[in-house]
């Protein structure tokens, strides 16, 4: 069974970071695909950023040059490097992994960004 732990989130002053860490088990199949998506109360799950096995990325433009999504294929490991944090960053984190076209998630992890 496959299971995304992640790790990373927490509560942090607007223009701080956070590293998200997050790590695929569980599989005998290659990740195609590995990211992050986010929701914040009342606003449904939006892409945050995705990462092939191939090292190519897609992120939303509303994070773009503020978050560094990287992988590790040897590790199954994704992570999001998220700087210079807003207060409409606030969310619940998910992990994504997809795997021979099956979308697997995470628990989550909350991100709070409050001063």
């Known amino acids: 069974q496959v299971q995304l732990v992640e790790s990373g989130g927490g509560l942090v002053q607007p223009g701080g970071s956070l590293r998200l860490s997050c790590t695929a088990s569980?599989?005998?199949?290659?990740?195609?695909?590995m990211g992050w998506y986010r929701q914040a109360p009342g606003k449904q799950r939006e892409l945050v950023a995705t990462?092939?096995?191939?090292?190519?990325?897609v992120s939303a433009d509303s994070v773009k040059g503020r978050f560094i999504i990287s992988r590790d294929n040897a590790k199954n490991m994704v992570s999001l490097q998220i700087n210079s944090l807003k207060p409409e960053d606030t969310a619940v984190y998910y992990c994504?992994?997809?795997?021979?076209?099956?979308?697997?998630w995470g628990q989550g992890t909350q991100v709070t960004v409050s001063s």
């Open positions: 990462i092939t096995s191939a090292g190519s990325t």
């Open positions: 569980g599989s005998s199949f290659s990740i195609s695909a």
């Open positions: 994504y992994a997809r795997i021979n076209s099956t979308p697997y």
